[in-house]
């Protein structure tokens, strides 16, 4: 088992609520008899369910509100306002630096700007891509890439929105290409991205004071050292808005399409010229997220267990699930765990635009307080199932043995992606109308 990146954090007080799983038993007498070692990828839950007699075990599941994940430095830059029917308004930002590539040298004197662009490359969505107003904001503070920041941090700014307004409202298209005039008679066709027009004062700003050799464009590391521009927030207006609607965008930070560029001339020439700042691997940058549940279901389950029976929740930027199994501590230390499913049926209908996570990890905290991934519990999305079927062989023979404690067990949705998509799930209670019911089977041989 190793630590799960990024997730050695202190956990919240968790919420508890009552469920029920299913443990089928298979019980050799003999202690000379070896039992079978066969994986779980050859049983399915229903295989097991019928090897033998059931016990029914009271278990407790509950989410909690994880915050203190980092979101610095990762796949995504997420943007955007989603009212999710199910779990609220999510709405996202980004602080980032700048940087230049190598020297930026320029003679002459400046003879008007042609435009600043803004172009950040699409990964994705979650929601609707429904009309959005986006705003860019310079940044009053230093970011640092050797620090870290989680979805509650903020940065100051100064200044008006840098966003030329005839651009600022748009409905993102994430699949088609864009046309962009290269001042010649072909224009460049680049890869689906969102292009804001900015203020034609910032490129002034950045032409000038290159042509009069500020020490910030000699490199990459001069630029950032020099803190000559803190960088940018890029968030959208429209924070709140109606149920059904909006959507989280997801940027690809690093891409080398991932830039401002400002399209300038000379005096001594009419040829069109430009430069680019860019939000690549030089560049610190992090995700900012409010969420908002009020009003929903998945508020009160954090607020009130006993409304938990139906439903529980987990989605990236802040809701884990929770298992707590108090059955495991009545297994003998002479169990021989032979196999071990945990089936985690959702609530989703299929072709629905809120689609589930299609991956999950499980963890557990040990005694110092880390995040400890449990071995073999990465798991994708069984759409035959309508749920997650996760092997925890390993974890529960620990647990049988003494070598580990038995505590709660956390689910997290997307979780190499946690801190920069808005995927989410709602796993089935004990007492959920559909007809899929979480449950643990168990096959283990006890030695005397």
Avoid at 292 to 316: E, I, K, R
Wanted: aromatic share 10%; hydrophobic share 35%.
């Amino acid at each position: 088992m190793m630590n799960l990146k990024k997730l050695n954090n202190n956990w919240r007080k968790a919420i508890l609520l009552s469920a029920c799983f299913v443990f089928t038993v298979s019980v050799l007498p003999s202690c000379k008899k070896k039992a079978s070692t066969l994986g779980t990828q050859v049983l399915s839950v229903d295989e097991l369910l019928k090897a033998g007699g059931t016990d029914t075990f009271q278990l407790k599941t509950y989410t909690i509100d994880e915050d203190s994940i980092p979101t610095d430095n990762q796949t995504y830059g997420t943007v955007g306002a989603c009212h999710d029917p199910k779990f609220g308004v999510m709405n996202t930002s980004v602080y980032t630096q700048l940087s230049i590539e190598g020297k930026i040298s320029l003679t002459g004197t400046l003879q008007q700007i042609d435009s600043v662009v803004l172009s950040l490359p699409y990964g994705g969505y979650y929601g609707k891509l429904t009309p959005q107003t986006f705003e860019v904001y310079e940044l009053d503070d230093t970011l640092s890439i050797n620090s870290t920041y989680y979805r509650s941090n903020t940065k100051p700014t100064t200044g008006p929105n840098l966003v030329d307004p005839s651009y600022a409202t748009q409905t993102p298209n994430t699949t088609a290409n864009v046309l962009v005039n290269n001042g010649t008679s072909t224009p460049d066709t680049l890869g689906p991205q969102l292009r804001l027009r900015l203020n034609n004062s910032l490129g002034q700003h950045f032409v000038e004071d290159a042509i009069a050799g500020n020490v910030a464009f000699n490199s990459t590391s001069d630029f950032l050292s020099s803190n000559y521009f803190k960088g940018i927030k890029i968030n959208v207006a429209n924070a709140n808005p109606g149920p059904g609607s909006g959507g989280v965008l997801y940027f690809k930070m690093g891409n080398q399409e991932c830039k401002l560029t400002v399209y300038f001339k000379l005096t001594d020439s009419n040829e069109q010229k430009n430069f680019s700042l860019r939000l690549n691997g030089s560049s610190a940058y992090f995700n900012h997220a409010d969420i908002d549940h009020s009003g929903y279901h998945v508020a009160d389950v954090l607020a009130n267990p006993a409304n938990g029976q139906t439903n529980f929740y987990a989605q990236c930027f802040g809701l884990w699930g929770a298992v707590d199994i108090p059955g495991l501590s009545n297994l003998s230390k002479k169990s021989l765990i032979n196999n071990a499913l945990l089936y985690l049926p959702i609530a989703y209908q299929t072709g629905n635009i809120y689609s589930p996570s299609q991956t999950i990890t499980l963890v557990y905290k040990d005694n110092a307080g880390y995040n400890i991934v449990i071995q073999g519990s990465a798991t994708t999305y069984d759409d035959n199932q309508k749920g997650f079927v996760v092997n925890l062989r390993s974890y529960i023979q620990d647990v049988a043995a003494g070598k580990l404690s038995n505590k709660a067990i956390y689910i997290i949705p997307s979780p190499n992606l946690f801190s920069s998509t808005a995927d989410r799930l709602i796993f089935n209670g004990t007492s959920t109308s559909y007809k899929t019911k979480p449950k643990l089977v168990i096959k283990y041989t006890e030695f005397k």
